[in-house]
């Protein structure tokens, strides 16, 4: 059973970069599938940033393209977001899920991590 | 970008109710939907995917139909557990857009 699970601070400073990690478990990310982030901040709905193949070919949303960084570490088993230039706007709950195309449907999803944007 | 558009943004109804919700693309994209349910607190889980198939462990009392601008989620006969958001997505078009959700209380 796959299992994806975020991690990184919960707290980050304006102008700061938002840095998160995905940790998979149950499958090998060299094996295929893509692996995406998407996000909800409080109340609202969802955004999809970006996502990336095990090759590390990535796909971002146009909107966020400029600030946004996904890579991924087969070794760990393991993939990364890294958002640069945060605002209060990009508070939000993150999740990483898997696809099999970088246009397709999440399944399944991490839980979740909330990150606050704040002085 | 394809803008996804849920109706209504809520609704209330009872438990043994056939609820319907809708979401209308922008522009055509075939069968390329997904719906999902978000809980408080937790993340969204898959129960549709290609518009009108049934994602594995999903109970058969949901249901999903629709092509091209129009889709609809329908859930058959309420269960307490129902109670919660649901999106829609859109798999069509590079970005990948969801819908505004729509909140389905207990009346």
């Known amino acids: 059973q796959v299992q994806l699970q975020e991690s990184g601070p919960g707290l980050v400073k304006p102008s700061e970069t938002l840095s998160l990690t995905c940790a998979v478990s149950?499958?090998?990310?060299?094996?295929?599938?893509?692996w995406g982030w998407i996000r909800q901040p409080p109340g609202k709905g969802l955004e999809w940033i970006g996502s990336?193949?095990?090759?590390?070919?990535?796909y971002y949303n146009p909107s966020l393209k400029s600030r946004v960084t996904i890579s991924v570490d087969t070794s760990k088993n393991q993939f990364s977001l890294k958002l640069s230039s945060v605002t209060a706007a990009d508070t939000a709950v993150y999740y990483c899920a898997r696809q099999r195309s970088y246009y397709d449907w999440f399944d399944p999803w991490g839980q979740g991590t909330l990150v606050t944007v704040s002085s | 970008d394809i803008q996804m558009t849920q109706s209504p943004s809520s609704v209330s109804a009872s438990v043994g109710d056939r609820v319907t919700i809708t979401c209308q693309a922008s522009?055509?994209?075939?069968?390329?939907l997904a719906w999902y349910q978000q809980k408080p607190g937790k993340a969204p889980k898959l129960l549709i995917y290609?518009?009108?198939s049934l994602q594995s462990g999903v109970p058969s009392r949901f249901s999903g139909s629709g092509s091209g601008t129009d889709f609809t989620l329908t859930i058959s006969s309420l269960q307490p557990e129902d109670f919660a958001t649901y999106y829609c997505q859109q798999a069509n078009s590079f970005p990948i857009t969801f819908g505004q959700g729509t909140r389905l209380e207990i009346k």
């Open positions: 149950g499958y090998s990310i060299s094996s295929g599938y893509y």
């Open positions: 290609a518009a009108s």
């Open positions: 990336i193949y095990h090759s590390g070919s990535t």
């Open positions: 522009q055509g994209i075939s069968s390329w």
